[in-house]
């Protein structure tokens, strides 16, 4: 799992103390490779640690993205995050409405528009394409 490795490295490197249940959160982020609510993490870790705080996993889940750990987006007006996908450049993705999974695309769309917004500085972007993944799909087929 050298993602994970390069995640605990960054992690040990910063300003957070290391703590097990820090790692335990970077190993299911990493293991479950989805974006994943604050909510859904809390009742996984819940199993292991008995009233932890759902304010204390957003905390740790948003100094994960603010250390390039994680990836963060919002489905839904909810904040979710997934583990850094590891594709350094700069890259936009498909995202599963209902189980979380991800799909790094490599185009962006950028350059397309660039061209309508003359005058500009553009300084920023997002770009997600949503709907369901193929299992999902299946999964509503035989429902």
Do not use: W
């Amino acid at each position: 799992m050298p993602l994970f490795q390069e995640a605990i490295e960054r992690l040990e490197a910063s300003d957070l103390k290391m703590t097990e249940r820090r790692v335990k959160m970077l190993e299911l982020m990493y293991k479950e490779n989805r974006y994943m609510s604050a909510k859904e993490v809390k009742e996984i870790l819940e199993e292991d640690y008995p009233g932890i705080s759902p304010d204390t996993i957003y905390r740790n889940l948003h100094s994960f993205s603010n250390l390039d750990i994680l990836e963060e987006t919002e489905l839904e007006g909810e904040k979710v995050f997934r583990s850094n996908c590891g594709v350094e450049e700069h890259h936009h993705h498909f995202i599963c409405t209902n189980c979380g999974f991800s799909k790094e695309l490599s185009i962006c769309p950028l350059t397309f528009y660039q061209d309508e917004v003359e005058d500009v500085q553009i300084t920023s972007h997002r770009f997600e394409l949503l709907g369901l993944c193929q299992d999902c799909l299946k999964e509503r087929k035989n429902q």
